[in-house]
């Protein structure tokens, strides 16, 4: 059962999200999980948790815990496209590529045609192949020749 002002509070997170005011996006999330901890939930709505942990990453920058709370989420709702999507792009933000990547594929899985996170993978890129492929990509020489070829 939806706490209605809980919800609410959601919904006009997900607007500002949606516009750009990533900092009250994070208040609203934030009051949604309070307001249903308030009213003795065990545990707030997954999506709740997962929006909240993806605006700490993108406002303040708190890697460890909007992780901690994006993967409370997902556990909690794994079949969730969206929540998947927002794990992936906080293990992005923290620099963890492969991992994000791995994130953004399961969430794919679940939803074909998931749009965010179409768009997350697009906006990650491809890899190149390493310029001497006999050679470990992390190899100093690749690594070296990789940046020139970029440049």
């Known amino acids: 059962m ?6 609410d509070s959601y919904r006009q997170g997900m607007h500002a999200l949606s516009g750009g005011r990533r900092m009250v996006a994070l208040a609203l999330f934030e009051a949604a999980i309070e307001i249903e901890r308030r009213m003795t939930r065990a545990r707030p709505q997954p999506r709740y948790l997962s929006y909240y942990g993806l605006c700490l990453a993108l406002e303040r920058n708190e890697i460890h815990e909007a992780l ?3 993967r409370e989420a997902v556990t909690l709702e ?3 496209p969206d929540i998947r999507c927002n794990l992936g792009r906080v293990l992005l933000r923290a620099g963890r590529r492969r991992e994000a990547y791995r994130c953004f594929l399961r969430g794919l899985n679940l939803e074909r045609s998931h749009a965010q996170t179409i768009r997350a993978l697009r906006e990650m890129g491809r890899r190149r192949r390493p310029i001497l492929p006999f050679l470990p990509r992390a190899n100093p020489i690749n690594v070296f020749l990789g940046r020139l070829r970029s440049n």
């Open 2 to 7: 939806l706490i209605q002002t809980a919800e």
């Open 78 to 80: 794994s079949y969730n």
């Open 68 to 70: 901690r709370y994006c």
